[in-house]
Nanobody, 124 residues
Framework: VQLQASGGGLVQAGDSLRLSCAASGRAASNYNMAWFRQAPGKEREFVAAITWNGGSTYYADPVKGRFIISRDNAKNTMYLQMDSLKSEDTAVYYC??????????????????WGQGTLVTVSS
């Protein structure tokens, strides 16, 4: 499967942004998926994950209550709605997919497929 992330941009603190991750080559419904992010000079970190059918979602503590992950398998697309953005959310956001079931969703080593990343910059 190939993944294409989009929707990043420059926003102000408190604004909202929605990222999209389009899957091609194989149906997205075959995969559990996630968003990770990497700020300059930092390790890539887990943001949110969603099971193949959207039945379960998981979030990193810093984004709980502000971000919502969702997916539309009919469109082969995953989303990340980001509200109340903070300067510390500034990062390149990557979407990822894994064929593992019952996986440790926050371990980036378990994701076999990655998108190219989209930059989110939040000015304070």
């Amino acid at each position: 499967v190939q993944l294409q992330a989009s929707g990043g941009g420059l926003v102000q603190a408190g604004d909202s942004l929605r990222l999209s991750c389009a899957a091609s080559g194989r149906a997205a419904s075959n995969y559990n998926m996630a968003w990770f992010r990497q700020a300059p000079g930092k390790e890539r970190e887990f943001v949110a994950a969603i099971t193949w059918n959207g039945g379960s979602t998981y979030y990193a503590d810093p984004v709980k209550g502000r971000f919502i992950i969702s997916r539309d398998n009919a469109k082969n697309t995953m989303y990340l709605q980001m509200d109340s953005l903070k300067s510390e959310d500034t990062a390149v956001y990557y979407c990822a997919a894994t064929s593992y079931g019952n996986w440790n969703y926050n371990l980036k080593s378990l994701y076999e497929y990655w998108g190219q990343g989209t930059l989110v910059t939040v000015s304070s």
